[in-house]
């Protein structure tokens, strides 16, 4: 087991790690750098979030749109013609 492996196993046990802004003491525990921790603390909350966006495209593909809500484009101009 690498130590990607390693790290991911420890975020996918401690899911609370992966969401806190101040985690970064965990770095030493697994042996890693901090910038490798936290390139690796990247890719799995980016991770997360593609399987998430997945899931809620599956419900309803008409309301989401690559794995985000659909929003109508309003563009504001009434600001455009005052003198």
């Known amino acids: 087991m690498n ?4 790290t991911f196993k420890y975020f996918k046990d401690n ?3 992966v969401w806190q802004k101040e985690s970064i ?7 890693v ?3 490798v ?3 690796y603390k990247r890719e ?4 997360l979030q593609l399987k998430e966006s997945n899931m809620l495209r ?7 749109y690559k794995g ?10 009434n600001r455009l013609f005052r003198k």
Do not use: M
């Open 3 to 6: 130590k990607k492996e390693l």
């Open 15 to 17: 899911p609370d790690v």
């Open 25 to 31: 003491q965990h770095y030493k525990k697994l042996g």
């Open 33 to 35: 750098k901090k910038s």
């Open 37 to 39: 921790y936290l390139t």
């Open 44 to 47: 799995y909350r980016a991770r």
């Open 58 to 64: 599956l419900k309803n593909p008409e309301i989401y």
């Open 68 to 77: 985000r809500p659909r929003e109508k484009f309003v563009f504001n101009d």
